[in-house]
């Protein structure tokens, strides 16, 4: 399993899942297994993605992390505590799925219960709230019922209370969920900005896109168990990951006759398919000499969406 | 602890908000309606004291309240935290949710009392003979016997209201129909939660000032008992469903 191991050799494990198995039982005695056998440890300042089609677990996972849920197999700890020991003594910053907030709390008002609970100093604390507000665009619905709120605003709601406390661990469940491009972009530089050396971030999502841009690495899960660990870097790139779409502005003929086997893929853009990186490299050196002007090369699949498609099938 | 504490006073505004005004409107109109065409057909024969005819219905109605009272208090008091997915970004933060419930139950309690306060100012406007601390206590009384009880479904089931009635119906039908039986039935029956103490209890406590004490013990150590329980299922349990 490429990257299982050499992550948490270099940096001190925070967050180490152990054989952790969850079946759910019905009073009809029907049992499903949501997730099975899963062991993973997540090391200090890194930022892990969690990717799985629906229904592979993630949220169970999730669950058992916060200590909502309790393993019927195995253990997950957090910092050597027990999961829940550990967020009842330090908490953890975290956005779920679903922004489950009452629909009567005022958006403000919300965030100053939250923030009283994580035990922000009273001095502090509308300074703190207002400072999220800030940072998530809040500050026009501040004093709008949560059940007023859009989709996204709520969503944003949801991120601003886990951003509360200056938290060591930060799980994110289907962060950009609802949210519109401008805010999925906004939200991808704050966790940009939220990376530190001592702060661990999970990060579950549908959307390989976003875990390959800020993830370190990726688990992939399916029905319940891990498939893969993926590192999100070009450093592991695969054999698989051979074909590229490259873009020119200028040298469209100089391409053709460079690379008789490229497809065209559209207007200025053209399919191209090679052995290893350092392959394209040449190509693209040899292109560029001879005056062709690129625009763009971007992989057909990313490393990530590759891996994914090896480990849950082209169905999902 | 410390910010747990300070939340008790968001917990108090939900309940005045969610719960309380409820309470004291349901009161007020109850015994609006029963009370005030008596009065009016009285006339100056009203005296609202412990000799009229009256009195046992006003003892009646103050125990029915404060039983509503308790049971609109607990309804949901966890379940609906649960149902509502609120534990979330609750107990992400670093409070302990058994004593977050705990101090919940407490609040209501201490709400229910200030409710009931109300409500027997207002019933001491046409009863002078009726005491607030009595009926304070009794109302104390019988939050923690039912509440508790109440407590313990919230955290075991997920249909709380309806389940604590029919634990309270059930237990009053039982124990008049095996009850009096000699026989393995009757001694079964006496493990149901004490609902057989409740009307004699208001009478002694809300009308005279006094209680058996055994039956007081009974019932605060019945609810107390499924309080702890409740507590511990919390604890041991998951909190998600």
């Known amino acids: 399993m490429p990257g299982a191991s050499d992550h948490s050799a270099a940096r001190a494990i925070v967050i180490e899942f152990k054989n952790v198995g969850k079946t759910y039982r019905s009073l009809l005695g029907n049992s499903v297994k949501a997730v099975e056998e899963f ?11 969690i990717a799985g089609p629906n229904g592979a677990g993630k949220t169970t996972l999730i669950a058992m992390m916060l200590g909502y849920l309790r393993p019927t197999a195995g253990t997950v700890e957090i910092d050597g505590l027990s999961a829940r020991h550990y967020v009842e003594r330090n908490g953890i910053g975290y956005l779920s799925e679903l922004v489950a907030i009452p629909p009567k709390w005022r958006a403000y008002t919300a965030l100053v219960r939250y923030a009283t609970l994580a035990g922000i100093p009273d001095g502090e604390i509308h300074q703190r709230v207002g400072y999220v507000i800030e940072l998530l665009g809040l500050s026009e619905h501040r004093d709008k019922k949560v059940k007023a709120l859009s989709k996204g605003n709520l969503q944003r709601l949801g991120l601003a209370q886990a951003l509360l406390r200056d938290e060591k661990i930060l799980v994110l469940d289907e962060p950009t969920h609802g949210l519109d491009p401008v805010w999925t972009q906004r939200f991808r530089d704050i966790v940009d900005g939220l990376r530190r050396p001592d702060r661990t971030i999970l990060i579950a999502s549908h959307n390989l896109d976003e ?13 319940g168990r ?19 779409r490259i873009a020119v ?26 052995h290893s990186i350092q392959e394209l490299n040449s190509t693209l050196a040899n292109l560029i000499a001879q005056g062709v002007l690129v625009a763009s090369v971007v992989p057909e699949h990313s490393v990530l969406e590759q891996q994914f498609r090896e480990a849950v099938g082209e169905s999902s | 602890m410390i910010s747990l504490a300070k939340y008790s006073l968001w917990q108090f505004r939900d309940f005045v908000l969610e719960r309380g005004i409820a309470i004291v409107l349901i009161g007020s109109l109850w015994g609006y309606v029963m009370f005030e065409p008596l009065r009016r057909a009285m006339g100056p024969q009203w005296t609202g004291d412990q000799t009229s005819p009256v009195w046992g219905v ?5 125990s029915a309240v404060v039983s509503l009272s308790v049971l609109i208090a607990v309804n949901g008091i966890v379940s609906g935290d649960r149902k509502a997915g609120y534990y979330r970004f609750l107990f992400s933060k670093p409070i302990n949710p058994v004593i977050y419930y705990a101090q919940l139950f407490a609040v209501y309690m201490v709400g229910v009392l200030v409710a009931m306060l109300i409500l027997s100012g207002l019933l001491r406007t046409i009863f002078p003979a009726f005491s607030v601390r009595n009926f304070l ?21 997920r249909y709380d209201w309806l389940t604590l009635a029919v634990v309270w119906l059930g237990s009053r039908i039982l124990r008049s129909v095996y009850g009096s039986r000699n026989d393995w039935r009757s001694k079964a029956v006496e493990l149901l939660p004490p609902v057989h103490k409740l009307d004699e209890m208001a009478n002694s406590l809300i009308g005279r000032g006094s209680a058996d004490t055994s039956d007081a013990v009974w019932l605060v150590g019945y609810g107390l008992v499924f309080f702890v329980l409740g507590l511990v299922i919390l604890r041991r349990g998951s909190l998600a469903d």
């Open chain 1, 39 to 49: 062991s993973l440890v997540v090391a200090k300042g890194e930022i892990l993605g």
């Open chain 1, 211 to 223: 875990l390959q841009r800020l993830a370190d690495r990726v688990a992939i899960i399916d029905r």
């Open chain 1, 226 to 244: 891990l498939q893969r660990l993926v590192s999100t870097g070009y450093e592991h790139a695969t054999p698989a990951m051979t074909r590229f």
């Open chain 1, 249 to 274: 502005a200028r040298g469209h003929e100089l391409v053709r006759a460079a690379l008789p086997q490229a497809e065209e893929a559209g207007r200025d853009e053209f399919n191209v398919t090679v």
């Open chain 2, 58 to 62: 006003a003892l009646q109605v103050a």
């Open chain 2, 137 to 157: 206590l009794y109302a104390g009384l019988i939050y923690v016997a039912m509440g508790g009880i109440g407590f313990f479904l919230s955290v075991a089931t």
